[in-house]
């Protein structure tokens, strides 16, 4: 269990996904034959453990904290060191990511595809599928439409 991990151990990160991907506590108990409120348990601590993680990772990078959801794996920030908005993730797949808002040159960028394949897998992770060819889309659209989508899924929830 390290900070990269979210410190959740293999069975709660198994379980905050399942939760993520839309399945109800009842659901989870009978997919994998354990009770409601292991599950219930499961979830409260990886909530925790994720929003420490979360916080910290702002932290070391020296990001303030605007808003932080651990049950969606996200935290949103400020760089005041990059002068740009920051955003952590984290998911089963990627574990924590962070990511800083910039207008860079993707197309010359010799890790273009490594970053459009961690946004992707990101996208995945939150069942957020692309339409266009993904090969074509530059990795800043990526996240920029990730992004929009977490966030207001977030803002979405509150309203309710």
């Known amino acids: 269990m390290t ?12 379980i905050w996904d399942l939760k ?19 599950v219930h348990k499961a979830l409260d601590t990886a909530n925790i453990k994720i929003n420490e993680a979360l ?7 020296k990001i303030e904290i605007q808003t932080v959801n651990p049950a969606k794996g996200f935290l949103l920030g400020y760089s005041a060191h990059f002068k740009t908005k920051t955003f ?3 998911s089963a797949k ?5 990511w800083y808002k ?3 040159n993707c197309k010359k960028c010799s890790k273009i595809d490594a970053c459009r394949d961690a946004l992707l ?20 659209k990526i996240a920029e439409a990730l992004i929009k989508r ?4 977030d803002t979405e929830s509150e309203r309710s």
């Open 55 to 61: 916080q910290e990772t702002a932290r070391i990078n």
């Open 102 to 104: 910039h207008e860079g």
């Open 3 to 14: 900070l990269s991990t979210g410190y959740l151990t293999p069975k709660q990160t198994l």
């Open 20 to 38: 993520g991907n839309g399945l109800q506590e009842a659901n989870i108990a009978r997919k994998l034959n354990i009770t409601r409120q292991t």
């Open 88 to 90: 952590i993730t984290f």
């Open 94 to 98: 990627n574990g924590i990511q962070v």
């Open 121 to 140: 897998a990101e996208a995945k992770d939150r069942n957020f599928l692309l339409l266009d060819d993904t090969s074509k889309i530059l990795p800043s």
């Open 150 to 153: 977490i966030t207001s899924e």
